[in-house]
């Protein structure tokens, strides 16, 4: 610390402009390639050691070789020097390699600008709260960069001034942002750009492998948050449905529909009491909407389309690459599907040939035991096996091989839900029942702090159904028999956490989740009243303002009348400003102007007894100006200033 008290003033600000640089960066090295991160990083080091030093810049021909050395390196790793990634890979190292052309004002102003921009470019890949209050820090930061840059040389120590300006400046505009942020017409999310090439996010897959949806146990993000219209279903109830997977080549499930267009009608038959509720849904990338079983209409989308497959999942018109806020009624009490069989059920009972043998056989065996069993009884006398088998649920029952249904039945007899899923549905078919697999979430936990079910990434789930005469599709979910606690309980496996969970977790519980719902809370009114911000909520704020059916042209109306406001607003408080410099120092100065204009030269800094003496040739104005004078330095013996006033309007002054 002393030697940095020591360090030129030029020196300082360099130092903390690099750090403001630093924390620019730093929360887009996860989206950075790694070289990119290291480049950077060098550079700022490189430049910080120059500065710590008074040592000269390098040449420009070392800009010139590292600028082509990233254009290569940027094109070998995303072969387009275009789009989002590539993008901002390279203002990334602009803004660093220019630290390094630091010689003028100019150069800095260049720095600054690039560095607002790159700050912006963190939107791009996450719009968390806690992404916000990291890009305010670096707004404050970058602002007090700025006005340093325009204090005079001769002061030594003004960066904690700097700072002071920096503040008002933020808070200044604090009050114009929230109208902008409310009022101005927008036509897309507050954040966000087209995601490059659908760039994959944690969640659901649209297939899957027995083995890869027990990775999204270790990932404790939300998914989506429900709240509930009146009394929300019991939990074992909560099966937010998501890809139907019928199809099977002994390695991987694949869904039958996926693409957007009217599917043909699935006998869906609802009865009994609708549960109402709102859906905030994260960004997944997929055109998926997650709802509960089943849902007849379709949800409220802002701006886009939904259409139902004959599986009864819902499909958005588009990915879903931003937050998303829909309604949907759904009734838990419902049929669908054939009554009776048909050749279209057929497809739910083939297996590829060659895979699980012992499954096959096991079947053949169940079908001698029980010759005339129903596909009920069949269902059943599986689910019994798998209560009485001596199997497990669990987090990792490590990889399985070629057959994994003979694995789970016969050897390992333990899973996650897909193992237990999967070699479920198998084996239904290999009994010709009908059978296939579903993906979701099941379940969630009730956030006591704002109201809202939560439910993570780690309550991805995979169940079956089968089809049953006159039933239709029923849902069976094995691992509910495996592991009761997993279903129907707020029982989870739970993926390890880090060093300070842990220690927090062992030391006080209790506060551990009250801490981690008032975050979740605090995230989720950020979504909701920030990110989730859309223009329908615009509309209801002008409906609430008193516009009976608000438009566009009603938003313009309202931000210009704010606007002429701030401007009188403004002027008012302009005059307010004028009125508070010292009144005295304003009537020597009319007095000045009055002597002026008859042609008596005045000196700009002439005090009022030195006024009186170039007019003496007027007693009357000579004898006011020595009043003035007793008026700042003996007030008690003299004219109020008031009364100076009058006076002053009332003189004759010389022509």
Known sequence: MRRLSTLPRDSRDTLFLLGVIAWVVLPQVANLPLWCSLLAAGVLLWRGWLAWGSRSLPSRWWLAALLAVTLAATWATHKTLLGRDAGVTLIVILL???????????????VFFLGFFTMLTNFFFSQSLLTAAAMLVA???????????????????PLREAVRIAGSMALLGAPIMAVLFLLFPRMAPLWGVPSDAMAGRSGLSASMQVGTMASLALDDGIALRVRFEGKPPAQKDLYFRGPVLPLFDGREWRPQFTEFARQPNSDLQVSGPSVNYQVTLEPSNRPWLLTLDATPNAPTLPNMGAVMTPDLQWLASRPVTDLLRYRVQSYPQFRYGPARANLALQAFVDLPPGY?????????????????????????????????????????????????????????????????????????????????????????????????????QSDAHAWAEVWLQDSGWTRVDPTGVVSPGRVGSFTRLQAPRGVIGTALGNVNPKLERSLRAAWDAMNNGWNQWVLNYSQGKQLDLLKNLGFKSPEWEDLGKVLAALLVLASLGGAVWAQWERRQHDPWLRLLQRARQ???????????????????ALAQAHPAVRDWLLQLEA??????TAHSLAALRRSFRQLVWPR
């Not at 007090?144 to 001769?154: F, G, I, Y």
């Not at 798998?386 to 694995?407: C, I, K, M, N, Q």
């Not at 008026?631 to 008690?636: G, L, V």
């Open 594 to 612: 009055k002597l002026q204009r008859a042609g008596i030269a005045v000196p700009a800094s002439a005090p009022p007894r030195q006024m009186a």
């Open 139 to 157: 707004l404050l930061g970058l602002l007090a960069a700025l006005v340093n840059a325009h204090m005079p040389v001769e002061n030594k120590a």
């Open 356 to 456: 699980n043998p012992r499954t096959l056989q096991l079947a053949a065996d169940m079908r001698r035991a029980q010759p005339s069993a129903s596909s009920a009884q069949l269902v059943e006398a599986v689910l019994a096996r798998l209560r009485t088998g001596g199997y497990s649920y669990t987090l990792d029952p490590g990889v399985y091989g070629r057959d994994t249904a003979d694995e789970f039945w016969f050897d390992r007899k333990e899973g996650f839900c897909e193992h237990i899923a999967s070699s479920f549905v198998i084996l239904m078919r290999a009994l010709d029942v009908p059978a296939r697999i579903v993906t979701g979430y099941q379940g969630g936990e009730l956030n006591g702090v704002d109201g809202y079910w939560e439910v993570r």
């Open 631 to 636: 008026q700042r330095y003996a007030p008690q």
């Open 96 to 110: 660093t390699l220019k630290t390094l052309e630091l010689r003028a004002r100019r150069d800095a102003f260049v």
